[in-house]
């Protein structure tokens, strides 16, 4: 069975350890399933060595190739183009998590300095 990419609804996010700390950018097609992750310290590598477990940042995607590109592209921003991405709908980096299903244990909160 061929998978077909196309069909599928996919996320590009944003995670950070804090507001205006460390960013991560990733890409899934299952935005509660890979915050959970985040949040929980499931994940390996660079998001649970910095902690990056308040997701600020979220957007949609219809096929697996714009997200991907998008993805790409967003790694090489500047660090401040990221940061009014980032603000220009979450003015105040409040966690996103509940948004999409996805409970702490601390409840949702905001990402503070």
């Not at 990419?5 to 996919?10: A, M, W």
């Not at 804090?18 to 985040?38: C, F």
């Not at 993805?71 to 603000?87: A, G, P, S, Y």
């Not at 980096?93 to 601390?106: A, I, K, T």
Request: aromatic share 10%; hydrophobic share 30%.
């Amino acid at each position: 069975m061929h998978y077909d990419h196309q069909e599928k609804t996919l996320y590009v996010y944003i995670a950070t350890d804090q507001r205006n700390g460390t960013l991560y950018t990733g890409t899934t097609a299952d935005i509660s399933r890979r915050t959970d992750e985040h949040v929980h310290g499931k994940c390996r590598g660079f998001s649970k060595d910095w902690r990056t477990d308040i997701l600020v940042y979220v957007e949609e995607h219809a096929s697996f190739d714009s997200a991907k590109k998008r993805e790409k592209r967003l790694k090489h921003w500047k660090r401040d183009w990221k940061v009014r991405l980032i603000e220009a709908t979450n003015r105040t980096w409040m966690d996103l998590s509940s948004r999409v299903g996805v409970n702490r244990l601390e409840g949702n909160r905001p990402a503070t300095d």
